[in-house]
């Protein structure tokens, strides 16, 4: 007999619509007081009943339950007030079966006699969950089709002309209803997607196709474009053949669609390390930065845990970081070590927030990870050649007060160990016996027993085949990086790996042609010892020797005091070139910006000790910078708000570096206030007036000077005339008058020029 015809009176849907709600893919009804006046198939289906037994009485509230009734009877009466108009919601059904389901509800309300009544359409939602991607793109669709308020309804007729449109479909194009009824639907469809339009309507009407789906921009009467996802079905209008047609705006999503691929894009396409996980700390995501970073591909990482990419020792750190993103806190900028692929060690920064779901229940955590095992190494070396400088300028010290060969030993020891933080040291002195012994005559540290149990000789002997014996024969330094792995090491072994010695150097004491002896310091890492830093501690140890030797010649004083400066000098000078060595658009800065501090300061009358210690500022006064990345220091653009903050640290790097070094002038302080202005302008303390020490003023002057004429990579040189300019118009503003006059007198009298 085929579906029952559904009644024209008004108590019913119009006969008009008739077709379009018993050939719709989800449930409709009729409801009036609570009674189901007309259910279609879809409805049917979705509960389990017949129509004629939903029909016999039954009310939409005994297809609800229990738990959520008040709720539907809420939402209903609300749809009748007119509140929640064009709104879905969800509840739990109930099937006639006794299973629930989620239903998820559109309603709107229609006059019947003198009565309102609702219009129901339903979707089972139940499987949302287990397909929640998919279902997003159909339920988008399946919306669009059913919430009259808000989903453009229309029909198109066999001649292509629109024969129908509600109230959204009208809001969408931007004219009135006269002006859209019986128009050719392509009148109001864009130029380029007419023919898609035309070919999707020709598949429908030949029966081709049941039904079509398609995205097609339509036109406004404005002129803009709306971006509009049709669903299309055959059905029957005013006895013709026709398309009933539902549309719904998607120009927004396609935009939000387009940011997130956009986005996507940016991800996997950065330099840093972006990794995905979830609650499991299993790997999710992981692009191309992470391939770079950590040398895993995306197919080896996905799916396994991250805990590979951490050191075992450092497994509880990962658990802690886990546990707290989980509970919904941020890691920002946390430096650790992490591990690559074939095993070696990295250290990274990592930034770790959690990945929260549509509701807000965090599900993973994304991470921001950032190799910066460049500037840890250079942190690293800026730190070990300043605790040489530290031991050096210490045991220069030393040396100018000993009095004795035996308070000297013990006194350098000391000071070694205590400034240089290594974990022991010890001096011993080359014997002319028959086993050529070497006399350890000072030491200090842990474990100094160990000189007790150990023999040592300088002989060409099972005894003086280790770093300290050939020393000694050699007259060069030795390193032992490891001493577990070094077969020269074998007679001491034992003892010093079981006092955490773990690599040392033996640095020969020379004077002249004769070797006085060794100096050995013993550190608990392997690979301890840097370029530097042996080239610092072999200054060292010639200062030593030259100690040594004129304690026992007796020499003048101050012989030692000049080459101690110059050692001291010599030291700066290492330090100095650490920058250099970063930044190649610098390079010779210091040199050139010391060059004419020095200058300036004769001519203002400067002694030759003051100039000294200016001098040894002007060398390191950029060496903060290399607590700087170099891409930054070496970027040809302008650089951001963020990284100009970064290179405006480097006076207090500089300054924090330079600060436990104690120097005879206020090496320190001069290289923080460098980039400080007489008016209170400059950084970082914004000092004004005499509150800047006159040293740094100079160095201000020289540093704007030297930096102008100098090419830079963000621009060329500017020359010594605009340089000049410059500093003479900051006069008694920014710089010192009495500088400035020094500075342009030496300028253009030619006593000061650029090579």
């Keep these: 007999m085929g579906a029952p015809m559904v009644p024209t009176d008004r108590r019913r ?25 007309y259910v279609n198939p879809k409805y049917c289906e979705i509960f389990g009943y017949s129509r004629n037994e939903l029909l016999a009485g039954m009310t939409q509230l005994e ?72 279902m997003r793109e159909d339920a988008a669709q399946i919306r669009a089709l059913l919430e009259q308020p808000v989903a453009a309804i229309f029909v198109i007729k066999d001649d292509m002309t629109i024969g129908y449109e509600n109230r959204r479909f009208i809001e969408l194009l931007g004219y009135s209803s006269e002006e859209v009824i019986d128009q050719p639907l392509l009148d109001f469809v864009a130029e380029s997607s007419r023919e898609a339009v035309a070919s999707a309507a020709q598949q429908l009407f030949s029966g081709s196709a049941p039904t079509v789906q398609l995205v097609t921009a339509i036109k406004r009467k404005n002129g803009t474009l709306v971006d509009l996802l049709a669903h299309g079905t055959m059905a029957t209008f005013r006895g013709r053949p026709a398309i009933f047609g539902v549309g719904m705006d998607i120009t927004e999503r396609r ?3 387009e940011a997130r691929a956009q986005l996507a894009a940016i991800v996997e396409s950065s330099h840093s390390a972006i990794i995905g996980g979830d609650r499991d700390g299993i790997c999710t995501a992981w692009n191309i ?66 990945i929260r779901d549509s509701s807000g229940r965090i599900v993973g955590a ?129 003892e010093a790996l079981k006092r955490g010695y773990a690599s040392l150097i033996a640095l020969p004491l020379l004077d002249g042609e004769s070797v006085l002896g060794v100096l050995s310091l013993y550190e608990s890492k392997p690979n301890a010892f840097g370029s530097e830093e042996v080239q610092l501690l072999t200054e060292l140890a010639d200062d030593l020797s030259y100690g040594i030797a004129a304690l026992r010649a007796r020499t003048d004083r101050e012989e030692g005091l000049r080459r101690l400066e110059r050692a001291m000098e010599e030291t700066v000078q290492v330090v100095a070139s650490t920058v250099e060595m970063r930044d190649a658009y610098t390079a010779g800065h210091q040199r050139r ?31 903060g910078k290399v607590k700087i990345p170099a891409e930054i220091l070496s970027k040809p653009g302008k650089l951001s708000p963020i990284e100009y903050e970064l290179i405006k640290s480097h006076s207090q790097a500089g300054y924090d570096i330079l600060k436990p070094v104690q120097f005879p002038w206020p090496i320190a302080d001069i290289v923080l206030q460098h980039h400080e202005r007489l008016d209170g302008s400059g950084y970082p303390k914004g000092l004004k ?18 930096s102008m004429v100098s090419h830079r990579p963000y621009r060329p040189a500017l020359g010594i005339d605009a340089a000049l300019a410059e500093i003479q118009a900051g006069s008694g503003t920014l710089y010192d008058p009495t500088v400035v006059g020094a500075c342009l007198r030496l300028f253009r009298a030619g006593h000061l020029t650029f090579e």
């Design 13 to 37: 849907p119009d006969s008009q619509f008739q077709a379009l709600v018993e050939h719709a893919q989800v449930g409709m009804a009729l409801i009036q007081e609570d009674r189901l006046l």
């Design 593 to 623: 910006v010391t060059k004419i501090a020095e200058a300036i300061a004769a001519e203002l009358g400067f002694s030759d000790d003051r100039i000294r210690g200016l001098r040894l500022a002007g060398l390191v006064h950029d060496l």
């Design 289 to 354: 930065g992470a391939e770079r970073v950590f040398g895993y591909g995306a197919r080896e990482m996905i799916g396994q845990p991250i805990a590979v990419l951490v050191p075992v020792d450092r497994h509880g750190e990962l658990g802690d970081q886990i546990a707290k993103v989980l509970s919904g806190g941020d890691i920002v900028n946390h430096e650790t070590v992490r591990v690559r692929k074939g095993g070696q060690t990295i250290d990274v920064s990592e930034t770790i927030s959690p």
């Design 63 to 134: 297809l609800v339950a229990g738990s959520d009734r008040g709720f539907v009877a809420s939402n209903m009466a609300k749809l009748l007030g007119g509140a929640l108009s064009g709104a879905a919601f969800v509840f739990r059904g109930v099937r006639k079966d006794g299973a629930t389901i989620d239903v998820e509800a559109h309603g709107a309300v229609m006059k019947i006699g003198d009565g309102l009544a609702h219009i129901v359409s339903l979707m089972d939602v139940s499987d949302r969950q287990r397909a929640a991607e998919q």
């Design 255 to 257: 935009r939000a669609e």
């Design 366 to 494: 994304s991470a921001i990870v950032i190799d910066i095992s460049d500037r840890k190494r250079a942190e690293r070396a800026v730190l070990a050649t300043t605790r040489t400088i530290k031991t050096l300028t210490q045991a220069n010290q030393a040396l100018v007060r000993a009095a004795s060969e035996e308070g000297l030993f013990k006194e350098m020891c000391r000071v070694i160990v205590e400034f240089g933080g290594y974990r022991m040291a010890w001096i011993g002195l080359a014997q002319h016996d028959a086993d050529k012994t070497v006399l350890p005559v000072g030491y200090a540290g842990m474990e100094t027993d160990y000189l007790a149990l150990a023999k040592f000789s300088w002989a060409d002997n099972e005894h003086g085949e280790g770093p300290v014996g050939i020393a000694i024969r050699s007259r060069k330094v030795q390193v032992s990086q490891d001493i577990a792995g070094n077969p020269r090491m074998a007679a001491w072994q034992v």
């Design 689 to 706: 007036g005499d509150a800047i020490l006159l040293e740094a003023r100079i160095l201000a002057v020289a540093d704007v000077v030297e």
